[in-house]
T-cell receptor, first 112, second 115 residues
Framework: DQQVKQNSPSLSVQEGRISILNCDYT??????FLWYKKYPAEGPTFLIS?????DKNEDGRFTVFLNKSAKHLSLHIVPSQPGDSAVYFC???????????FGSGTKLNVKP | GAGVSQSPSNKVTEKGKDVELRCDPI?????LYWYRQSLGQGLEFLIY????????KSGLPSDRFSAERTGGSVSTLTIQRTQQEDSAVYLC?????????????FGQGTRLTVV
């Protein structure tokens, strides 16, 4: 039973436009959420996170939005760049931080 | 380097053989995780070590899988009598758990192929 779901396996966006990656979760006890980016043959790298006490966190071109009532978070990338093309994983954890639950990933392709 | 280091980067083994995968976490990181990613799947939690506490082994898929962490640093994931369904990328991560900033840093992974 997957507690973190990314229902879009892939997304294609034109360079300069906004990329929106979505993630849903089922466990209401999750209180910390992260996005990772993964290039082929590399390990995932941390991108941005958000605590459940906030509904938005911004870092440069990347913004994560959290809607706790809907158990939904999204990652916005604007403007998108070809170098952003990668697989993006969302992850969630509970207060004790001992286990990160990952979604299945969304492959983003940013076309020049 | 200062990142999480995994070895080997690639491993091909025959079905039924045992394999050992190694992880060197970032120095000072007390938490260490093993995940695996099968083809087309997300990251599946396997096991978690935190300091001297008993490890969380709830994600290990069978008793053929075991892991150790010696001296609170290096970890070894052992798979006995490998099966073809064990083929995956095995990822290790480490972190410093605290209430403010708890992202995990991943190694590059070990790609295991069981033939």
């Amino acid at each position: 039973d997957q507690q973190v779901k990314q229902n879009s396996p892939s997304l294609s966006v034109q360079e300069g436009r906004i990329s929106i990656l979505n993630c849903d979760y089922t466990n209401s006890m999750f209180d910390y959420f992260l996005w990772y980016k993964k290039y082929p043959a590399e390990g995932p790298t941390f991108l941005i996170s958000i605590s459940s006490i906030k509904d938005k966190n911004e870092d440069g071109r990347f913004t994560v939005f959290l809607n706790k009532s809907a158990k939904h978070l999204s990652l916005h990338i604007v403007p998108s760049q070809p170098g952003d093309s990668a697989v993006y994983f969302c992850a969630a954890s509970e207060g004790n931080f001992n286990k990160f639950y990952f979604g299945s990933g969304t492959k983003l392709n940013v076309k020049p | 380097g200062a990142g999480v280091s995994q070895s080997p980067s690639n491993k091909v083994t025959e079905k039924g053989k045992d394999v050992e995968l190694r992880c060197d976490p970032i120095s000072g990181h007390t938490a260490l995780y093993w995940y695996r990613q099968s083809l087309g799947q997300g990251l599946e939690f396997l096991i978690y070590f935190q300091g001297n506490s008993a490890p969380d082994k709830s994600g290990l898929p069978s008793d053929r899988f075991s892991a150790e962490r010696t001296g609170g640093s290096v970890s070894t994931l052992t798979i006995q009598r490998t099966q073809q369904e064990d083929s995956a990328v095995y990822l290790c991560a480490s972190s410093i758990p605290d209430s403010m900033n708890t992202e995990a840093f991943f190694g590059q992974g070990t790609r295991l192929t069981v033939v």
